[in-house]
C-alpha cells in the first residue's frame, strides 16, 4: 500500500503519461484527460489510508479515471441536443458504452497474464529484451539504443514488432490489450 508523499509521487510520475493516454483516447482532449488524472490522483491520496492492503492500487486509479471520463461524456452528451441526435452523440454513446463495460482488473487477470508471457517468450531475444526494457523498466529508445548497440530506428522496429505480436495473441482482449501497452 502506498502511504508516504516520495511513494506517492513516484507512483503518479511513474503512471501520470500512461493515465492521461489512457483518458485521452475516451475524452478526446489532452487537458481534460489531465484534469480528470488529477483529479483521480488527488482522491486517490484522499482515500488511500482507507483502502485495503491487498488492493490492486492501479487497477483501483484506473476504475477512478473510467468514472471521471464516464461523467465527462455524459456532461457532454447532455450539452449536446437532445432532438438533435447526430453521429456526435452517437460517438458519445459508444465511448460511454465502452468505458462502463470496461474492468480495469481485468488486465491483471492470470489468463491474460499467461497469454502475454507466451507471446514474449516467442519473439525473438532482441525484441523481447527490447520490449522489456521499454515496457516494464520505462527506458527511453536512446537508451536501449545505448544498452543494445543498436539504432534508434532499429529499437522502434523491434518495439513494433513486439506490440504488434501482443496486438495479435490479445485481439479478444482488446481493452486488456490496450492497457497492457501502456500499463504492464
Known amino acids: 500500500m502506498i502511504i508516504d508523499l516520495s511513494q506517492y509521487n513516484s507512483f503518479f510520475i511513474e503512471n501520470q503519461q500512461r493515465l492521461i493516454h489512457f ?5 478526446r482532449d489532452n487537458m481534460v484527460a489531465e ?4 483529479e483521480t490522483m488527488m482522491e486517490f491520496w484522499e482515500r488511500r489510508q482507507r483502502l485495503p492492503d491487498n488492493t490492486n492500487i492501479l487497477a483501483w486509479v484506473l476504475t477512478i479515471l473510467k468514472h471521471k471520463c464516464i461523467d465527462y461524456l455524459r456532461k457532454e452528451r ?3 441536443s437532445s432532438n438533435d441526435y447526430n453521429d ?3 460517438e458519445l ?12 482488473h481485468e488486465i491483471f487477470t492470470q489468463e491474460i497474464r499467461n497469454i502475454i508471457d507466451s507471446t514474449l517468450d516467442a519473439l525473438p531475444p532482441q525484441a523481447k529484451q527490447i ?9 527511453t529508445h536512446q537508451e536501449i539504443a545505448t544498452i543494445t548497440n543498436l539504432t534508434l530506428r532499429g529499437v522502434e522496429y523491434h ?3 513486439a506490440k504488434d505480436a ?3 495473441s490479445l485481439k479478444d482482449y482488446l481493452p486488456a490489450m490496450v492497457l497492457f501497452v501502456y500499463f504492464c
Not at 484534469?35 to 488529477?38: A, F, L, Q, S, Y
Not at 520490449?131 to 527506458?139: A, C, G, P, Q, V
Open 166 to 168: 501482443l496486438r495479435q
Open 35 to 38: 484534469d480528470c488524472v488529477i
Open 131 to 139: 520490449f522489456i526494457l521499454s515496457t516494464y523498466e520505462n527506458k
Open 93 to 104: 454513446d459508444e465511448r460511454i458504452t465502452a468505458l462502463e463495460d470496461f474492468d480495469p
Open 78 to 80: 447532455r450539452l449536446q
Open 88 to 90: 456526435s452523440i452517437w
Open 159 to 161: 518495439l513494433y514488432k
Open 23 to 27: 483518458a485521452s483516447v475516451y475524452v
